[in-house]
């Protein structure tokens, strides 16, 4: 089945660059995503890549997809105190089979700390 | 605004009570998931949904059930609560339709089995 990582903890100042790392298993990956989750609330999708993608920039927000390695980053340009959240990287499995039904399978989350 | 909305945010509950979670999406999606949250373990799915009346084992179903009555409306049901069940609960949905496949997540419902 699909698994996701990621490590669980990233501690960075404010005004440097945090980069978050993710790696996956299912090679049928087509959609990748990151979700932010700020405390008490749910999950919101930060921006997503296209598996026939390898970069997308979104503002401050870089997403680079290496998938011969299966390797995925969430870079974060100028990380100010209000990034601290929790960072989940998501992947959605191909629908060919038609059993997905738009399933995501989640990594265990990172925790990013912005000190001043 | 798409609005996905969990009716509990906080639940306090003993050892063998019956609990329901509500969910309630009004974008018409037509899948609808339960996830639990724990901390380093990021979001395992317990429970979806892919039409009324229609349900599917995820991850972690053991412990639990699922109703989809109405397409808007996903509940998710512990039969008989236990202390390893507290925990933060995330419902979503999203569309069939083409598209990115984006989840929308409700704030979520914190349970507490004592």
């Known amino acids: 089945g699909e698994d996701v990582e990621q490590s669980l903890f990233l501690s960075v100042r404010e005004g440097d660059s945090s980069v978050i790392n993710c790696t996956y298993t299912d090679s049928s990956s087509t959609y990748l995503y990151w979700y932010k989750q700020e405390p008490g609330a749910g999950l919101q999708l930060l921006t997503y890549i296209f598996s026939n993608m390898d970069m997308k920039q979104d503002q401050r927000l870089t997403v680079l997809l290496n998938k011969k390695d299966k390797h995925l980053s969430l870079r974060i340009a100028d990380t100010q105190t209000g990034d601290s959240a929790i960072y989940f990287c998501?992947?959605?499995?191909?629908?060919?089979?038609?059993?997905?039904?738009?399933?995501?399978?989640f990594g265990q989350g990172t925790i990013l700390t912005v000190h001043p | 605004d798409v609005k996905v909305t969990q009716s509990s945010r906080y639940l306090v509950k003993r050892t063998g009570e019956k609990v329901f979670l509500e969910c309630v999406q009004d974008?018409?999606?037509?899948?609808m998931f339960w996830y639990r949250q724990d901390p380093g373990l990021g979001l395992r799915l317990i429970y979806f949904?892919?039409?009324?009346?229609?349900?599917e084992k995820g991850d972690i179903p053991e412990g639990y059930s699922v109703s989809r009555e109405k397409k808007e409306r996903f509940s998710l049901i512990l039969e008989s609560a236990s202390t390893n069940q507290t925990s933060m609960y995330l419902c979503?949905?999203?569309?069939?339709?083409?598209?990115?496949?984006?989840?929308?997540f409700g704030e979520g419902s914190r349970l507490t089995v004592l």
């Open positions: 949904s892919y039409d009324v009346k229609m349900k």
């Open positions: 974008m018409d999606h037509e899948n």
């Open positions: 979503a949905s999203s569309t069939s339709s083409v598209g990115t496949g984006e989840l929308f």
């Open positions: 998501a992947e959605r499995a191909s629908d060919a089979g038609g059993t997905s039904y738009g399933k995501l399978t």
